[in-house]
């Protein structure tokens, strides 16, 4: 079984600060990681994902996460945070060679940024 | 395309109406999956398909709880008889055959058991 931890359940940061969200995962197989965005009312996007290669993974509006295999860990950090990255952020993971398709969950973190 | 599509938005019933919930996935995806998300125990998967056929339904909470896919187009979460516990958002999401593609959600349902 997998399991993700998401230590901050919630992040507060001034606008232009860095941010680091932190996302730990168990998993007795290799996994695959995602990171999923939720603004209010709405569902879920994914963000970025770590499928193989390069450690490091970025996204279109500046957000980059890297994959630790010795930490088991897959970070989200934004150098520059804006009002509009207000949201919460969940790191997702699945099984890699079980043929199991579905998302585990972490238990999110809120980041609200502040003017 | 339109993305998945979910209906009602949100649901007020009372204590003990039977509630259906409708998901409609992308065209192309066969593998749909039905979460519920609440403020105590965060984003749960509580069944999903592929190819219409259920291949993991062990997070549904109890038998008050079921889960169709009649076609490759539509599904349906039915709680009967529901209960004050099971208000919650409900998400449904459909991807591809390969794991390594991503999960599109619906914008969800919001259910409210009075």
């Known amino acids: 079984a997998q399991s993700v931890t998401q230590l901050d359940s919630q992040v507060p940061v001034f606008e232009e600060a860095p941010v680091e969200l932190r996302c730990n995962y168990s998993?007795?197989?290799?996994?695959?990681l995602f990171w999923y965005v939720q603004y209010p009312n709405q569902g879920l996007q994914l963000l970025l994902k770590?499928?193989?290669?390069?450690?490091l993974v970025e996204s279109i509006n500046g957000f980059e996460a890297e994959f630790n295999k010795s930490q088991t860990s897959f970070h989200l950090r934004k150098p520059s945070v804006h009002i509009s990255d207000t949201a919460e952020y969940f790191c997702a993971v699945i099984p890699l060679d079980t043929g199991r398709r579905a998302l585990t969950f972490g238990s999110g973190t809120r980041l609200q940024v502040q003017p | 395309d339109a993305g998945v599509i979910q209906s009602p938005r949100h649901e007020v019933t009372e204590m003990g109406q039977e509630v259906t919930l409708r998901c409609k996935p992308i065209?192309?995806?066969?593998?749909l999956f039905w979460y519920r998300q609440t403020m105590m125990r965060g984003l749960e998967l509580l069944i999903y398909?592929?190819?219409?056929?259920?291949?993991?339904d062990s997070g549904m909470p109890e038998d008050r709880f079921s889960a169709k896919m009649p076609n490759a187009s539509f599904s349906t979460l039915k709680i009967q008889p529901s209960e004050p516990r099971d208000s919650a958002v409900y998400f449904c999401?459909?991807?591809?055959?390969?794991?390594?593609?991503?999960?599109?959600f619906g914008q969800g349902t919001r259910l409210t058991v009075v």
């Open positions: 998993s007795s197989v290799s996994v695959y």
């Open positions: 065209s192309g995806h066969n593998s």
């Open positions: 770590y499928l193989s290669g390069s450690t």
């Open positions: 398909f592929n190819n219409n056929v259920p291949i993991d």
């Open positions: 999401a459909s991807s591809r055959e390969n794991m390594n593609t991503e999960a599109f």
